[in-house]
């Protein structure tokens, strides 16, 4: 299934702006807009459908995520790049050191070919125009940023972990009592007048078909964000990293400085 929506991704997306922009035609305001901000319903409707798609967001990138956690390419993946980041932390010193030779030496052979490219044997030779692109190269380099950070993890709150798996059924009794006032205010608010508009049936149809098509879609992407990134956009990164690891243990083995390949397509 994930491998189909993978083939057809670029259409979805095509698809879901072509329909978005239907949508976006169809609407007629039938009062000025200052005048909807005002009325009651309007923001009625626009509070409903801002907590509405909260929720389908919500709901669509953990189910999302617990796929791509699941999944057989992310779990090798991860496999794969915790034993590279336990390598790492291991040999933290060496990896500085070969981060910043290897850097040194991809600068050196990135001017030795410049140089070589407009037939100049030494810096001396170089006008001032090739001298400001010559000091201006910028070879591929590599950093140590983020080497050693797993696949997936959350950030704790305050940066502080917390082993507390107790469950409280009240909880933060001040919230919830907030949460269900608002609730019970907004619930109450749709239905006060039901009688009076239940005849415009038609027209509440045709807003909910088409709230529900803009939720579709949002819950379709956001579905897929949390599976492309862990399922195909990190088992690329972690090939890259495994470059990185082979070449880095082979400098610390030979004591030689062996210059990384070209990174594989990020």
Not at 108 to 113: F, I, M, P, T
Not at 158 to 170: A, Q, T
Not at 196 to 210: E, L, W
């Amino acid at each position: 299934m994930l491998d189909k929506i993978d083939k057809y991704i670029n259409y979805i997306i095509l698809a879901a702006l072509v329909i978005v922009y239907f949508l976006l035609q169809t609407i007629i305001f039938e009062k000025p807009i200052l005048e909807l901000l005002t009325d009651y319903k309007s923001i009625l409707h626009l509070v409903y459908t801002i907590f509405s798609n909260v929720i389908v967001i919500s709901i669509a990138h953990d189910h999302g995520l617990e796929k791509a956690l699941t999944n057989d390419a992310f779990i090798q993946s991860n496999k794969d790049n915790n034993t590279y980041i336990t390598y790492f932390v291991n040999n933290y010193e060496l990896l500085i050191e070969f981060v910043d030779k290897t850097n040194e030496t991809r600068l050196k052979e990135a001017q030795k070919n410049f140089l070589l490219n407009i037939g100049k044997k030494d810096i001396s030779e170089l006008n001032r125009r090739e001298l400001r692109k010559y000091k201006r190269i910028k070879p591929i380099t590599y950093s140590t940023k983020g080497i050693t950070l797993p696949l997936y993890f959350k950030t704790p709150k305050g940066n502080v972990i917390n082993y507390d798996v107790s469950y409280d059924p009240d909880g933060n009794k001040k919230t919830a009592t907030v949460k269900k006032v608002v609730l019970g205010l907004l619930f109450g608010l749709m239905t006060i007048n039901v009688s009076v508009s239940f005849g415009n049936v038609g027209d509440a149809i045709t807003a909910t078909m088409m709230l529900m098509g803009l939720f579709s879609v949002n819950y379709f992407f956001n579905y897929q964000k949390p599976i492309f990134r862990l399922t195909k956009q990190a088992p690329k990164q972690v090939g890259n990293k495994a470059i990185f690891y082979e070449t880095f243990k082979a400098y610390i083995e030979k004591n030689t400085l062996p210059i990384p390949k070209q990174d594989v397509e990020n």
